[in-house]
């Protein structure tokens, strides 16, 4: 049995994707997925054969046609079938939302492999995916029904370019037009194939070969940046350690002939060699630094200022913490060990107050709420055990086809509700402190004025025609 899937990217056509399905193994798997590509056909009245042991629901309307694949992942799968949201939510089967896994006699062996997306045991719908490498992992999770041909795998490796790692796609990959082949009427079209049709074939796969040679240069090309990547960081942790052991210069740097297993079989001069290299690319690296950090410097003094400061204020906490860990106290208990000197002297130090409104919205004083944030958030062990529990995956990672499973419990919305309030509260009275600062205060304090605008609240018109005489001077006199 085979069915065959015509995708495009956006209105561009990339071909068509032949599947075999392997009825023999999973024939009630096999049936709901060749009726979901053929059912577009049969919403007129229609009637489809089909094996009435697979208790299908006869008043079912839905199909593959006009639904997208809505995550193609490179070097792993191009997930598609949800043609009811087509965000991986929602989609259902023929047998009704769900159905139970058949069996997992096949296995994700290689690319073209066809098996079912689910959001755990027994939740099989209408969501399906095609490997485009082994994933042996997949095994005993999800039911392989079918195998994608040689051909169809061509389009397969152009649909998987506009692909990413999180799995979005740069164009929308549409499933233009589904069914099932004719395996007698594919026959004779083979047999009747002219010179024409047979050219247009082996262009066809030439330009797929040219594609896929592109892509997997961009891999390879990739690959090799973030090898690149992580060398440049290897060298720059080297330098940060030889700063913190205060050495100075790029002649006291040891260079670790261990890292290195061909460094035995050179000679001196190779060595030496070596080594000069290893402190040039070093010094390329720390002068790219030094350009980045004048610039960033140039954009955004204040910024800038604003980091330099709180970088100085975790040195300090660092500095202090590591005495209070040579003198045997807990480092949270650092404060109890200041004498009143250091305190009263601490006090008198000016505070640092930002009067630039918009630093409020730069990214380091998003990235401070959202620390102070998170420290808020406490983590419940029991709730922890119980998710955990609940899901068969709980430690999945982006390679999880696990979708819809996630639900917030009601604890967690009340938690929500009320740092909600809480945030409300504090947003409220610090706009009111601002409104009581802006205005003409007169007092010697921030707490003194907050007390003379209550007192000119209550009793501010009973006092007006003395506070006018007091202004121009016709006050009359105590005696």
């Given amino acids: 049995m085979k069915v065959f899937l015509d995708v495009a990217a956006d209105q561009t056509p990339l071909g068509r994707i032949t599947v075999v399905l392997r009825d023999d193994v999973c024939p009630k798997t096999c049936e709901n997925f060749r009726r979901l590509c053929v059912d577009h056909h049969l919403r007129g009245g229609g009637e489809t054969t089909t094996n009435n042991n697979n208790n299908y629901n006869a008043d079912f309307k839905g199909g593959f046609k006009?639904?997208?694949?809505?995550?193609?992942?490179?070097?792993?799968?191009?997930?598609?079938?949800d043609f009811t949201n087509n965000d991986g939510t929602g989609g259902k089967s023929i047998y009704g939302k769900t159905f139970?896994?058949?069996?997992?006699?096949?296995?994700?062996?290689?690319?073209?492999?066809?098996?079912?997306?689910?959001?755990?045991?027994?939740?099989?719908?209408s969501q399906f995916f095609l490997c485009t490498s082994?994933?042996?992992?997949?095994?005993?999770?999800?039911?392989?029904?079918?195998?994608?041909?040689?051909?169809?795998?061509?389009v397969v490796r152009k649909m998987e370019t506009f692909g990413s790692k999180s799995g979005k796609t740069s164009k929308v990959i549409r499933v233009m037009e589904c069914g099932e082949i004719d395996e007698q009427l594919e026959k004779d079209e083979d047999m009747g194939d002219d010179d024409a049709v047979k050219t247009k074939k082996r262009v066809d796969l030439a330009e797929a070969k040219k594609m896929e040679d592109q892509f997997r240069e961009e891999r390879e090309n990739d690959e090799r940046a973030k090898a690149a990547r992580r060398m440049m960081s290897e060298m720059k942790n080297e330098e940060n350690t030889n700063r913190e052991n205060h050495d100075d210069g790029f002649d006291q740097l040891e260079v670790t002939l261990s890292a290195a297993p061909d460094?035995?079989?050179?000679?001196?001069?190779?060595?030496?060699?070596?080594e000069l290299?290893?402190?040039?690319?070093?010094?390329?690296?720390?002068?790219?630094?030094?350009?980045?950090?004048?610039?960033?410097?140039?954009?955004?003094?204040?910024?800038?200022?604003?980091?330099?400061r709180r970088k100085q204020i975790e040195q300090v906490k660092h500095r202090r913490e590591e005495e209070a860990k040579l003198k045997g106290v807990d480092p949270g208990k650092y404060l109890l060990t200041q004498t009143a000197e250091q305190v009263e002297r601490i006090k008198k130090k000016p505070k640092f107050e930002d009067k630039n409104p918009h630093n409020r919205f730069a990214q380091e004083k998003q990235?401070?709420?959202?620390?102070?944030?998170?420290?808020?958030?406490?983590?419940?062990?029991?709730?922890?055990?119980?998710?955990?529990?609940?899901?068969a995956e709980f430690y999945r990672d982006a390679d999880s086809l696990l979708y819809g499973t996630d639900k917030a419990s009601k604890e967690g919305i009340e938690k929500l509700q009320k740092f909600m309030k809480e945030r409300d509260e504090k947003r409220r009275k610090r706009v009111v402190a601002e409104k009581i600062k802006d205005s003409k205060g007169d007092g010697i304090n921030d707490g003194n004025s907050k007390f003379?605008?209550?007192?000119?609240?209550?009793?501010?018109?009973?006092?007006?025609?003395?506070?006018?005489?007091?202004?121009?001077?016709?006050?009359?006199?105590d005696h």
């Fill in 277 to 308: 290299r290893q402190r040039m690319n070093l010094g390329r690296t720390l002068n790219h630094s030094a350009v980045l950090d004048e610039k960033k410097r140039e954009d955004n003094p204040d910024e800038y200022a604003e980091q330099a």
């Fill in 100 to 125: 139970p896994d058949e069996n997992f006699i096949l296995k994700h062996s290689g690319p073209g492999v066809v098996s079912m997306a689910n959001s755990g045991p027994n939740t099989n719908g």
């Fill in 452 to 477: 003379n605008a209550k007192l000119d609240r209550h009793y501010g018109k009973y006092t007006k025609e003395i506070k006018a005489n007091l202004e121009r001077g016709t006050a009359l006199p």
């Fill in 263 to 274: 460094l035995d079989k050179m000679t001196a001069k190779q060595r030496k060699l070596y």
């Fill in 367 to 391: 990235a401070i709420r959202y620390e102070r944030n998170v420290n808020d958030i406490k983590v419940s062990e029991e709730e922890y055990e119980k998710k955990k529990l609940q899901s």
């Fill in 134 to 154: 082994k994933t042996q992992w997949l095994d005993g999770k999800h039911v392989v029904f079918g195998q994608v041909t040689k051909s169809g795998m061509e």
């Fill in 66 to 81: 006009n639904s997208t694949f809505h995550r193609i992942i490179p070097n792993f799968m191009c997930q598609g079938g």
